[in-house]
Each structure stands twice: as structure tokens, then as C-alpha cells.
T-cell receptor
Framework: EAQVTQNPRYLITVTGKKLTVTCSQN?????MSWYRQDPGLGLRQIYY???????DKGDVPEGYKVSRKEKRNFPLILESPSPNQTSLYFC????????????FGSGTQLSVL | GQSLEQPSEVTAVEGAIVQINCTYQ??????LSWYQQHDGGAPTFLSY????GLEETGRFSSFLSRSDSYGYLLLQELQMKDSASYFC??????????????FGKGTKLSVIP
């Protein structure tokens, strides 16, 4: 089954404790991206990647890191999480030429205390 | 940069037709997408317009006017299960030559009996 898999689904952590949210897709998509969703603000892009070893900042990249060492994986790293990073995070992938059709993971609800 | 405007809330009666508008400003333009998101769920792709005109997919249609930087999503024969948030998203061009997908803040549609 074609899917984007994010883990974990829920995460509670404390300020400053490094964490990684994993994202994997099995559709051989070139394009992957991370979004955060906050009430009233919609989906805001954090980082995106056009292909392996090619990443670029989205609209809200501060406090986040990403890497794209393999085509299928695109982890999101918070080196020193802060409470303002408490949010719902979505990973998504697509294939260029598919008309902007993103496939989303199930989301990760992160709480930073 | 890119920005999108859509109404925050819309209420409509079951069986009726509703139109959700989206206006955008973007540097470079590849297309306008629409996504549906139910509470607690991930966004799912509905439609994509790269060229002017109407695209129809079952009960849902999407329209684009590039000269007016405007599009809309039309939902016909509304059903209770259509109660959800709807996001428009635009593909633009970043300075690096790759592309970003920017979302509007979403329109919460409530379908009432």
C-alpha cells in the first residue's frame, strides 16, 4: 500500500532535549516536505527536499533541521526543542509532474514542556 | 513570497451547493491545489488546476483564473461527511529555482441538516 509513515504519532518532551521525528515513503517520490499546523494558521512549510541531498528552507525553518540521505526517508530534527514548537507536524511527499498532489503522513502531535 | 486568502468559516445546508474562494499572491505560479482535512486527520488531495478553467471530479469542482489570481472549490449535493476544513495551496517558485507549496489558513465548512 502506497503510504507516508511518520513516527511517533504522539510525543511529549521537555525543553532542550533533542528529538527526531521520522518520515518514510514507499512511492519512490522525489519531493518530500515537512509542515507544522497550528490553530488558525493553517499548514506552514518548514523544510522541503527536491531529491537526495537537496533540501531547502520553507517558511518557518528556525529551530529545525532535516536531512535527505536516502530517497525514502526525510527525518525532522529538533536539536533543542522549545515550547513554541508544540504543534501538529505533517510529513508529505509527491512526484513532480503529478500536479501538486501531496501524500501526507498521519501526523505527529508534539508537546514541548 | 507567497500568500493566500480564503474565508475562515462557511456554513451550508445538506444537499446544497457551496463555493469556497481563494485568492493568492505568488512569485511565479505553477498551479492551485485543494485539500480536505477532517478533524484529527491528515490533509487529503482533492484537485489541482494548472490552467484556467473548471476541473470536475464527482461532486467536487475546482476553478482557476490566473489573470485574477483567483480560484474556488465548488462542492455540490453537500453531505454531512463534507464537514471538514478545506485548504487551497499554491505552487510557486523559490529563488533557488525549485518550488514551494504554500497553504492558505483553511476554511472550516460546517454542513447542517
Amino acid at each position: 500500500e502506497a503510504q507516508v509513515t511518520q513516527n511517533p504519532r504522539y510525543l511529549i518532551t521537555v525543553t532542550g532535549k533533542k528529538l527526531t521525528v521520522t518520515c518514510s515513503q514507499n512511492m519512490n517520490h522525489e519531493y518530500m516536505s515537512w509542515y507544522r499546523q497550528d490553530p488558525g494558521l493553517g499548514l506552514r512549510q518548514i523544510y522541503y527536499s527536491m531529491n537526495v541531498e537537496v533540501t531547502d528552507k520553507g517558511d518557518v525553518p528556525e529551530g529545525y533541521k532535516v536531512s535527505r540521505k536516502e530517497k525514502r526517508n526525510f527525518p525532522l530534527i529538533l536539536e533543542s526543542p522549545s515550547p513554541n514548537q508544540t504543534s501538529l507536524y505533517f510529513c508529505a511527499s509527491s512526484q513532480p509532474g503529478q500536479g501538486g498532489k501531496l501524500f501526507f503522513g498521519s501526523g505527529t502531535q508534539l508537546s514541548v514542556l | 513570497g507567497q500568500s493566500l486568502e480564503q474565508p475562515s468559516e462557511v456554513t451550508a445546508v445538506e444537499g446544497a451547493i457551496v463555493q469556497i474562494n481563494c485568492t493568492y499572491q505568488t512569485s511565479g505560479f505553477y498551479g492551485l491545489s485543494w485539500y480536505q482535512q477532517h478533524d484529527g486527520g491528515a490533509p487529503t488531495f482533492l484537485s489541482y488546476n494548472a490552467l484556467d478553467g473548471l476541473e470536475e471530479t464527482g461532486r467536487f469542482s475546482s476553478f482557476l483564473s490566473r489573470s485574477d489570481s483567483y480560484g474556488y472549490l465548488l462542492l455540490q449535493e453537500l453531505q454531512m461527511k463534507d464537514s471538514a476544513s478545506y485548504f487551497c495551496a499554491v505552487r510557486g517558485v523559490s529563488g533557488a529555482g525549485s518550488y514551494q507549496l504554500t497553504f492558505g489558513k483553511g476554511t472550516k465548512l460546517s454542513v447542517i441538516p
